[in-house]
């Protein structure tokens, strides 16, 4: 008997993502990091650059390394197919490439670096699963704390320290998470 045929592909959305950006980071190392500066980082450019929009959202595909793929992916292979389950791959698709967007977006506002990572996604993630419990007219508790210590650590460490983290892209990430929670279980009973 094929051990194989009892492995099931369980969370397509979640696992094509960490397989994509796998593949990335595999391209990332066969190019000396070309493919990163080209399609999968975010950085300031003029709108008449083609390729500015889709790094919008391929910058959630880029890693600089395996450490920085394995820290957001472990979390993303825990959370996600939870939340997959609970909204559907098509919803946490889009809930996905929305945060993608608006943290690319927002980062190529406010700073003249470049970026890439699914921290951003990660930090949606993680806030979102806070909801998979809700009650109608309860706010969980589990929320408070983590909007408390991921979007305080990260505003903390933001003002008082430099480094090459996006701390405001961690920010944004989690809010989007917050406000799809919210949004998808409005009607919750």
């Known amino acids: 008997m094929n051990p194989f045929k009892r492995i099931q592909y369980n969370a397509p959305v979640t696992l094509t993502f960490a397989l994509l950006s796998l593949a990335v980071l595999g391209l990332s190392r066969l190019t000396g990091g070309a493919s990163d500066r080209l399609l999968f980082s975010v950085y300031s ?9 889709p790094r919008l959202l391929g910058h959630a595909l880029g890693h600089a390394g395996m450490a920085h793929y394995f820290n957001n992916f472990v979390i993303v292979l825990l959370v996600g197919p939870m939340l997959e389950e609970r909204y559907g791959g098509k919803w946490l698709a889009i809930m996905m490439a929305v945060t993608a967007f608006v943290t690319g977006l927002l980062f190529v506002l406010i700073s003249e670096h470049a970026m890439m990572g699914a921290s951003g996604i990660v930090f949606m993630l993680i806030l979102l699963s806070s909801f998979t419990n809700l ?7 589990t929320l408070i704390l983590a909007l408390v210590i991921f979007i305080g650590r990260e505003a903390f460490y933001g003002a008082t320290t430099e480094s090459n983290i996006s701390h405001m892209t961690h920010i944004i990430g989690g809010l989007c998470g917050a406000l799809f929670g919210f949004f998808m279980n409005r009607n919750v009973e």
Not at 45 to 53: R, W
Not at 135 to 141: E, Q, R, S, V, Y
């Open 45 to 53: 450019a003029p709108l008449t650059d083609l390729l500015f929009y």
């Open 135 to 141: 009650k109608k007219g309860k706010i969980p508790l």
